[in-house]
């Protein structure tokens, strides 16, 4: 089993920003997509970025511009930073990876992100 623990979640004004922080149990490395999804209060789950080994990334259109996911080989960790921050933005943010050698799909346990004045 593959754990991925987020960090770096709180609470931000408008227009502020935040670095979130995943880290995984294993060499990044064998994890083909990893990415951040986010959850508001009474909607789905969505994709907010993306990031496979090639270093290729994918981001929502809500987001384009504004934030940026990264990732460190050696830490094992994927980042996403997050500027300009909108109060839509708040929600809990999780951590996924893919690994398609096992079929396997983890998630972390989210973090906190509220923005507000």
């Known amino acids: 089993q593959v754990h991925l623990v987020e960090s770096g979640g709180g609470l931000v004004q408008p227009g502020g920003s935040l670095r979130l922080s995943c880290a995984a149990s294993i060499s990044i490395g064998n994890l083909n997509v990893m990415g951040w999804y986010r959850q508001a209060p009474g909607k789905q789950r969505e994709e907010v970025a993306t990031?496979?080994?090639?270093?290729?990334?994918t981001y929502a259109d809500s987001v384009k511009g504004r934030f940026t996911i990264s990732r460190d080989s050696v830490k094992n960790t994927v980042i996403l930073q997050m500027n300009g921050l909108k109060p839509e933005d708040t929600a809990v943010y999780y951590c996924?990876?893919?690994?398609?050698?096992?079929?396997?799909?983890?998630w972390g346990q989210g973090t906190q992100v509220t923005v507000s004045s």
């Open positions: 990031i496979i080994s090639g270093g290729s990334t």
């Open positions: 996924n990876a893919k690994r398609f050698t096992v079929a396997g799909d983890y």
